[in-house]
């Protein structure tokens, strides 16, 4: 089942994911429109990280096709780079590069996918380091960094690519309460500005603030797709209310 | 470590003027016992030398036998295998006679002694270097390359900028053992006739009749260098861990 958008920049048709015998991803569908903003959730298991992962192929599908920004998902490497040059993704274990300084996490990519030079690219990370409101932890090393400032490091890491989508996959579930803020407050403000996002999330709050739509995913499959107002108030299928139920009273 | 050093030799020194020991074949305030130590302490240079170029060797050979090795092909793991079961099974000493005495017969191509000692001592060495290297990189977490290749990083480049970098640094400890083992092992070179410090104690004892004295320099000599080579490889490793604070 798929809710339609007008100009979808990624296209997921009846995508089928095996690990073995096990099927992760039972033939779902959705399309990302454009500057839309998509929050993933359901319970653990339920495939939501396969199926982002799906989309820069860190998992190949076995079945269904997956279209982004024009380009169709295979292993042909050249649609591949181009691919994950244009979808960043940012990981619950934020996955620095421990023995780079931050700054040096931010300008590799440029640096060697773009053929920047150290100066253009350390120009450009200062501006992301920014947007993320830590440009004075440039010259210090991940370990050195809060939880918080690291998640915010790994997104200017992403953004520094300029990618036309962002995928988090639980982007603040490793983080202490207190820092969990300041990482959603970027989230925030990266979706006012016009990115399209998919974010795989139990904050609601964030969810309900930022999402264009909901994207609820039970046993492999996308069992609802709605309006947060609608999800959140009166959602169609049983097993959303019990999961929101959960969660909520949590 | 150097205090050791001083009191092992005063030790060795004054158990000397008691009786059994003679040692005025190495002793430096004879013109005679000058030359010898000269003779003896100059073999370092081709111990040192062939141990450092084979080690060279030995790593980049490694690390190439080390990648086909984390393959998730069947076939390409297997030249990881049977390279390394092969090369791990022959004693260092069987392979040099083969290399200085076996290979040009077989391909026309005859190395001098230095080389074809280095040759033998590289290839046993890649065989275990190829492991270390394998272990260093499967011991890096599969999110470094999920998040290199999340910003669209080739295979080279994750090689090259995220994975190796902190591989070497775990499997530093492991390097510097290698270089340990390797300045020991290059004495095997001496049996065709490398001029390194076993051989020239070797030579030595033939003229002068005093085994004892020479070898216990020897000893001391290999003693030296891997202390210092130890230090070496610690100082390394702590300033790579000052450069990341
Ligand atoms: N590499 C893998 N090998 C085998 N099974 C896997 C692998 N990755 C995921 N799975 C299985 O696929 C299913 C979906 O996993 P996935 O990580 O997508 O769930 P999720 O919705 O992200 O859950 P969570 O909220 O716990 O992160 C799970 O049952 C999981 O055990
Ligand atoms: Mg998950």
Redesign the pocket.
């Known amino acids: 089942m798929s809710l339609g958008t007008d100009s979808p920049i990624i296209k997921i048709s009846e995508v089928s994911k095996f690990?073995?015998e096990?099927q992760?991803l039972k033939s779902v569908s959705l399309d990302v429109g454009s500057g839309e903003r998509v929050v993933v959730c359901?319970p653990?298991?339920?495939?939501?990280?396969?199926?982002i992962r799906c989309i820069n192929r860190l998992e190949k599908h076995e079945q269904g096709e997956i279209i982004v920004d024009g380009v169709t998902l295979s292993d042909a490497r050249e649609s591949l780079e181009k691919i994950r040059a244009n979808v960043g993704m940012v990981f619950q274990q934020f996955n620095l590069f421990p023995h780079l300084s931050v700054i040096d996490n931010l300008t590799l990519g440029p640096k060697r996918v773009y053929g920047l030079s150290e100066k253009e690219a350390k120009a450009r990370a200062m501006e992301y380091l920014e947007r993320v409101r830590i440009p004075d932890q440039a010259d210090k090393f991940p370990r050195h960094l809060s939880g918080g400032q690291q998640q915010r490091v790994a997104i200017a890491r992403s953004l520094c690519m300029e990618p036309r989508i962002l995928l988090f996959d639980?982007p603040t579930s490793a983080l202490d309460p207190e820092m969990i803020t300041e990482v959603l407050e970027v989230m925030t403000e990266l979706a006012g500005s016009g990115m399209t996002m998919i974010v795989?999330t139990h904050e609601m709050g964030f969810a309900r603030k930022v999402a264009d739509r909901m994207v609820f995913?039970d046993q492999?499959e996308i069992v609802e797709i709605a309006k947060p107002e609608k999800f959140f108030t009166t959602p169609d299928s049983q097993r959303s209310r019990d999961f929101l139920q959960k969660i909520l009273n949590h | 470590m150097t205090k050791l050093f001083i009191a092992l030799s005063s030790f060795l020194l004054l158990s000397g003027c008691a009786g059994n020991w003679g040692w005025y074949v190495v002793d430096p305030s004879t013109p005679n016992g000058m030359t010898n130590l000269k003779f003896m302490a100059t073999g370092a240079y081709y111990t040192i030398l062939m141990s450092l170029t084979a080690i060279i060797i030995s790593v980049v050979v490694g690390l190439l036998i080390a990648l086909p090795g984390l393959s998730a092909k069947p076939g390409v793991r297997a030249i990881n295998r049977v390279y390394v079961e092969v090369v791990r099974a022959v004693p260092i000493l069987v392979l040099i006679l083969w290399v200085y005495y076996g290979l040009p017969t077989l391909t026309g191509i005859t190395l001098n002694v230095f080389w074809a000692g280095v040759l033998a001592l590289a290839l046993s060495d890649s065989a275990f270097q190829a492991e270390i290297f394998r272990a260093g990189i499967q011991s890096i977490s599969r999110g470094q390359y999920e998040a290199a290749q999340s910003i669209s990083l080739n295979y080279r480049d994750t090689m090259r900028y995220v994975i190796l970098p902190q591989a070497i640094r775990r499997i530093l400890p492991a390097l510097g053992n290698q270089l340990v083992y390797m300045l020991k092992m290059s004495s095997l070179v001496s049996v065709i006739g490398m001029q390194e410090l076993t051989r020239r104690a070797n030579e030595l004892v033939v003229t002068e009749y005093r085994p004892l004295e020479i070898y216990t320099i020897l000893v001391l000599e290999y003693l030296v260098l891997i202390l210092i080579v130890s230090a070496g490889v610690r100082w390394l490793e702590r300033r790579m861990q000052a450069a990341e604070s």
Do not use: N
Request: charged residues 10%; glycine residues 30%; hydrophobic residues 35%.
């Open positions: 690990f073995g096990f992760a359901g653990s298991g339920s495939g939501k990280s396969t199926l639980e795989v995913m492999g």
